[in-house]
């Protein structure tokens, strides 16, 4: 069955600082790859998908993620953080149905 | 404005009551979601609906029940049934059709069980 794993449950940076946040995902055709965020008790908006093609995708609020293949991992990244960008960060796959798989979230803690 | 309006955002039951959350959408989305969300857990599917007056089972359905009579409603009921009932739940939509993975939100209801 298709999995995604997001090994860090809470992760600290200072504002201003690079990250990045990892995902691994378990399936073996190229997998439809999405990242979403959720502010504290409000819902999930859509940061960036991958399909195909390019493995480098740009997303919104200049968060970017690489898919690659030979380690499963499809981890996001942002070269300099705000505090606004504090929030729970969601890694999911689409199974054959169409239906997502989420991780099971990454607590993004920012550090003024 | 086009959107997801979830109701109520904080909820309060005693045991044994059953409750309603409301779900409703002007997005013309045919396809409407019920997922629990608890800490640790990530997202979990109760229930889906591609079309009206149709709706499946997700990964955890027991306890709770839903309906389709419009397509812009899909209020799902939390019955005394479901043991662990104290959650955050989401409404979600996105287009029948549309493959591609991307979910519309609402802003979550907060029920606890007193």
């Known amino acids: 069955a298709q999995s995604v794993t997001q090994p860090d449950i809470h992760i600290t940076v200072s504002e201003g600082a690079s990250l990045e946040l990892r995902c691994n995902y378990s399936?073996?055709?190229?997998?439809?790859l999405f990242w979403y965020v959720q502010s504290p008790g409000q819902g999930l908006q859509l940061l960036l998908k991958?399909?195909?093609?390019d493995t480098l995708v740009q997303g919104i609020k200049g968060f970017e993620a690489e898919f690659k293949r030979s380690q499963s991992s499809f981890n996001l990244r942002k070269p300099s953080v705000h505090w606004s960008d504090a929030a729970e960060y969601f890694c999911a796959t689409l199974d054959s149905n169409y239906q997502l798989i989420w991780g099971a979230g990454t607590k993004l803690i920012i550090k003024p | 404005d086009g959107g997801i309006t979830q109701s109520p955002k904080y909820l309060f039951r005693k045991e044994g009551q059953n409750v309603t959350l409301s779900c409703e959408q002007n997005l013309n989305h045919d396809a409407m979601y019920w997922y629990r969300q608890d800490p640790g857990q990530g997202l979990r599917l109760i229930y889906y609906?591609?079309?009206?007056?149709?709706?499946q089972k997700g990964d955890i359905a027991e306890g709770y029940s839903v309906s389709r009579e419009k397509k812009e409603s899909f209020p799902l009921t939390v019955t005394s049934a479901q043991k662990n009932p104290t959650a955050f739940y989401l409404c979600?939509?996105?287009?029948?059709?549309?493959?591609?993975?991307?979910?519309?939100f609402g802003e979550g209801s907060r029920l606890t069980v007193l």
């Open positions: 979600a939509t996105t287009p029948v059709g549309d493959h591609t993975g991307e979910l519309f």
């Open positions: 609906s591609q079309i009206v007056n149709d709706f």
């Open positions: 399936y073996g055709a190229t997998p439809y």
């Open positions: 991958y399909f195909s093609g």
